[in-house]
């Protein structure tokens, strides 16, 4: 007699529970604004070196990127700058400044890679979203494309089209015309 396996049945284990609910993605900030004033052309993910009061004010939900960029040194290293992380509130004399500089973990071929591309003019590496993924905090960097302004209103006038097309389906279809 064969066993039925979970996986047919549609029914997770709690211990399959519990790793899809470790895997998923805990959003603790995002940078709306770069997604209005940039195309983006390439998303990575990088880890961040933080200390521990910084994880703790993290786990708060406590940070903001809007005025956050990415820069890159000498050395061959990319940096998080201007991502303000508040002071822990139970925090001793360890705590850590809010806006310091926090070095991103990226393979050396993405970091060579991205500084390429960043010499082309227009062209820049901006922060989308901070993030724990298994208790590790994570940040989704992306190389962007500076958008004009006619590029904004078009944006943001086909998003209003489909809001509208979308509304009006509905309307359609409560009535039952559709």
């Given at each position: 007699m064969a066993k039925k396996s979970n996986k047919s049945a549609g029914k997770l284990t709690p211990a399959q529970k519990a790793k899809?609910?470790?895997?998923?993605?805990?959003?603790?900030?995002?940078?709306?604004?770069?997604?209005?004033?940039?195309?983006?052309?390439?998303?990575?993910?990088?880890?961040?070196?933080?200390?521990?009061?910084?994880?703790?004010?993290?786990?708060?939900?406590?940070?903001?990127?809007?005025?956050?960029?990415?820069?890159f040194d000498r050395r061959g290293e990319a940096w998080l700058v201007g991502c303000n992380i508040p002071i822990?509130?139970?925090?001793?004399?360890?705590?850590?400044?809010?806006?310091?500089?926090?070095?991103?973990?990226?393979?050396?071929?993405?970091?060579?890679?991205?500084?390429?591309?960043?010499?082309?003019?227009?062209?820049?590496?901006?922060?989308?979203?901070?993030?724990?993924?298994r208790g590790r905090v994570k940040i989704e960097i992306a190389l962007a494309r500076g958008k004009k302004d006619w590029d904004k209103r078009e944006t943001l006038r086909r998003k209003q089209d489909e809001r509208d097309t979308a509304r009006a389906m509905s309307d359609a279809h409560k009535r039952g015309r559709i």
């Open positions: 899809a609910e470790a895997d998923a993605k805990k959003v603790i900030a995002r940078n709306k604004k770069a997604r209005h004033d940039y195309h983006i052309d390439k998303i990575y993910e990088a880890g961040l070196v933080l200390s521990g009061t910084e994880v703790k004010a993290l786990r708060m939900g406590r940070a903001s990127l809007t005025e956050s960029w990415i820069e822990y509130a139970m925090g001793s004399w360890t705590n850590h400044a809010p806006t310091q500089k926090r070095k991103l973990l990226l393979h050396q071929y993405e970091i060579d890679n991205l500084r390429l591309k960043v010499r082309d003019k227009g062209t820049t590496v901006v922060p989308l979203e901070l993030y724990f993924v």
